[in-house]
């Protein structure tokens, strides 16, 4: 009620006054009301000297006298009096309705930050709880399939195949060394991985997930210790004949346990984010709901981290989830205050220093930004401050990874690089001339061009060349190049092509056609996020496992449907709640069934060959005995038995792969004098041999001895060694352990 009666009056000040006696009568309501505001105005400006003796003209004097000069002075003195007082007060006036302007502004404020404190609040508690419900959705998936609670120590560690079980290791070696220090010293002095050289395991394997976590598990374990507190509940399991009976335990105290809560408390924290993403992104709490249940819904086309815990990006994604959130606010923002930009950078360092696919993902995210940045969608300071954040975060991961090159010779590296040249060389651009058009291709020329030759040089410089990196598996894919390297990798299921079921599993849900519509409304409105959702969808088309990026986003992206700026058009035509709960309601018939399939997942996890392997090599080889054999195997050796090896599943550094490549030539055509002599050169003692690999086909052109054909042509006509050798092993090896899965060789 005070903004309109403030108004009323303003409008009433500004009107000229005719008398003094209105100038009085709007006086005396002035000093009723004080504090409301006024025009500064003069009352005798509109009262001309003529009007005066007319008006006293007309009214009767007392005995005829007429007027006298000396009256009209005195009555001119009174009005300057008047206009006086009348001008001191409002000058006295205007000084409140500073203060009482100056106070509701601030009582607006207060009001504004108090809805946006609850708003926030509500936000925050909100996801908490949707969190909570994915922490409780990973651990009963992951316990359903495994019954993991109920396994022995030596069967959750067979539980981590391949390369999870590689980087387990290096946590079971922290904990179980005397100190930590001592422990984070082996690891980065190991001799165990890649016999008889010492590698630093931090530095090659991106091992700082494990060095933190085991960090806090001994801590944990040094406070229940000595406060006398139990950390773990043990109970001897009895198991099906012919398995012996086995102790399992469980609870915080028992590494496993720990190992995996953690990873999953992370990933619960990583939804919590993803709904305050999506309620920043569509400007409704709603938005950040649609956002979780698309995810929900999607589940298993977005994560894989339920199955395979220790993976590199079921600790680094959640962090790119941050990044991109921060980003998101970054770009939004005209003025952005300097704690955004150190998140961004903090966060893109949390995204590097686990995964070593992480680079690549964030160049996909430059080659977005430039764009926009050359055709004038993003203001230069402020591109220019997202880049150098870029770079800073660059060589912080360089200096905590002990100098590794891949951070300097990768194409992200080499596109920040180019494109601080092409700021400082704009201007000089811009002189030349050149249409606006010309000058945008020159600049987007000079970046790829640029980037490429960049990312070249520092490769050849930097003698890292060789190493496979997720831009050269792209590449194969594109170019189809094959060779020996490039298929260890495709052929494995997770590298293929995208599945032509999965459109079909996003259609069903309603992401993909929800997200094409906003696509359609959006693409000059949110260019960033369009671009980087064109940049994912390439990706996980060309490999399959990049769907983690792929469908996230599109859940994210799924958001705006509730966006009032976006649609605002549709919902003064239809009710906002009618169109957001029906397309809930037809999302959640193939969600829920989604949901349900996945939660019917019932095993538990036994694997009698392996576990029969792993106990006769703890209890009849040296310690230091020398094992080799296909990579998925050789981390389980290592982690269980801590025998040396001399290949793992770590492929992407060059000279790993020609070890693994002479491992291999077992199940070549190669001739058994020569496998045995390149193995004794290794240092072997032991050759694991699988059975399954001699004749096993994932699909066309991708066993063991289709791949050999393509590398080694020449031995194409000869028998296969595997046959061979599964006959007659001798004179070159020896049989020393056999099972319905294994044969252990001994390399004579």
Not at 87 to 114: G, I, N, P
Request: net charge positive; proline share 5%.
């Amino acid at each position: 009620m005070v903004g309109p009666t403030r108004n009323k009056l303003r409008e009433a000040a500004a009107q000229p006054s005719h008398s003094p006696r209105s100038v009085q009568c709007r006086r005396r309501r002035r000093i009723s009301g004080a504090g409301e505001p006024e025009t500064e105005e003069e009352p005798q400006g509109d009262v001309h000297s003529s009007e005066l003796p007319l008006s006293l003209g007309r009214r009767k004097l007392p005995g005829g006298a007429r007027p006298c000069s000396p009256r009209r002075t005195r009555n001119t003195n009174a009005k300057n009096c008047t206009q006086m007082e009348t001008a001191t007060k409002a000058l006295f006036l205007r000084r409140f309705q500073f203060l009482s302007c100056y106070l509701e502004q601030l009582l607006s404020k207060l009001h504004v930050l108090r809805r946006r404190q609850v708003s926030g609040r509500a936000t925050l508690c909100a996801a908490a709880f949707l969190g909570f419900l994915h922490w409780i959705h990973l651990v009963t998936l992951f316990e359903n399939d495994r019954h993991f609670s109920h396994l022995s120590s030596l069967e959750r560690e067979m539980t981590f195949r391949t390369e999870m079980g590689l980087y387990y290791s290096y946590f079971k070696t922290i904990i179980e060394a005397p100190s930590f220090l001592e422990g984070l010293w082996m690891i980065m002095n190991d001799r165990l991985t890649e016999y008889p050289l010492v590698i630093n395991t931090v530095k090659r394997f991106h091992l700082y997930p494990e060095v933190i976590i085991a960090f806090w598990y001994r801590t944990f374990m040094g406070i229940m210790n000595l406060f006398g507190i139990e950390a773990k509940t043990c109970w001897n399991v009895t198991r099906v004949e012919p398995l012996s009976e086995v102790q399992s335990c469980e609870g915080l105290g028992d590494p496993a346990c720990f190992y995996v809560g953690v990873i999953f408390i992370l990933n619960g924290i990583m939804m919590g984010l993803f709904f305050v993403y999506g309620s920043y992104l569509s400007g409704t709490q709603l938005g950040g709901l649609i956002t979780v249940l698309c995810y929900f819904f999607n589940h298993g086309e977005a994560t894989r981290v339920m199955w395979t815990p220790p993976l590199r990006e079921s600790f680094s994604y959640p962090f790119l989830v941050l990044q991109m959130f921060v980003l998101t606010m970054i770009l939004r923002t005209s003025n952005s205050s300097t704690k955004h930009f150190v998140a961004l950078c903090l966060s893109n360092v949390a995204f590097m220093l686990p995964w070593q696919f992480a680079q690549f993902i964030l160049f996909t995210q430059i080659a977005a930004l430039f764009p926009m940045y050359v055709v004038g969608y993003i203001e230069p300071n402020k591109f220019q401050k997202i880049i150098y954040m870029n770079m800073i975060s660059v060589l912080l991961c360089f200096v905590l990874m002990f100098g590794n090159p891949m951070y300097l010779s990768s194409y992200y590296s080499s596109s920040l690089l180019i494109i601080w040249v092409i700021n400082l060389k704009r201007n000089k651009i811009q002189r030349l001339g050149v249409s606006e058009l010309n000058f945008w291709l020159i600049q987007g020329c000079g970046w790829f061009c640029g980037t490429i030759i960049l990312k070249f040089l520092t490769s050849k410089l930097l003698g890292v060349s060789d190493h496979i990196r997720l831009s050269d598996l792209i590449a194969a894919r594109i170019l189809r190049f094959t060779d020996f390297d490039t298929l260890i990798y495709t052929c494995a299921p997770e590298f293929d092509f995208m599945e032509n079921a999965t459109p079909l599993r996003y259609t069903k849900t309603l992401l993909l056609p929800v997200v094409m519509v906003i696509t359609y409304f959006i693409l000059k409105k949110l260019v960033f996020h369009t671009l980087q959702l064109g940049a994912f969808a390439a990706l996980a088309i060309l490999i399959m496992r990049l769907k983690l990026f792929l469908t996230p986003h599109m859940c994210v992206m799924a958001s705006l449907i509730c966006s009032r700026r976006l649609f605002g058009w549709l919902f003064c035509r239809v009710r906002f709640a009618n169109v957001i709960f029906s397309l809930l309601t037809v999302m959640s018939l193939q969600g829920c069934a989604n949901l349900h399939n996945q939660w019917s997942i019932i095993g538990e996890f036994s694997n009698l060959p392996q576990e029969e392997l792993i106990q006769w090599i703890q209890y009849n080889t040296r310690p230091d005995a020398v094992f080799a054999g296909a990579m998925p195997i050789m981390a389980s050796i290592k982690l269980s038995t801590l025998h040396p090896i001399v290949n793992h599943p770590h492929y992407e550094d060059a000279d790993l792969r020609a070890r693994t490549k002479i491992v291999y030539s077992i199940y070549s055509r190669k001739s058994a004098k020569e496998v045995r002599e390149k193995l004794l050169e290794l240092h072997v003692n032991y050759y694991i041999l699988e059975e399954a690999w001699c004749v096993v086909r994932t699909k066309p052109g991708c066993s063991m001895l289709e791949i050999w054909d393509v590398e080694d042509p020449s031995n194409a006509a000869n028998p296969p060694l595997c046959s061979i050798l599964l006959k007659n092993e001798r004179p070159y090896f020896s049989t020393v352990f056999q099972n319905s899965m294994y044969r252990v060789l001994k390399v004579n």
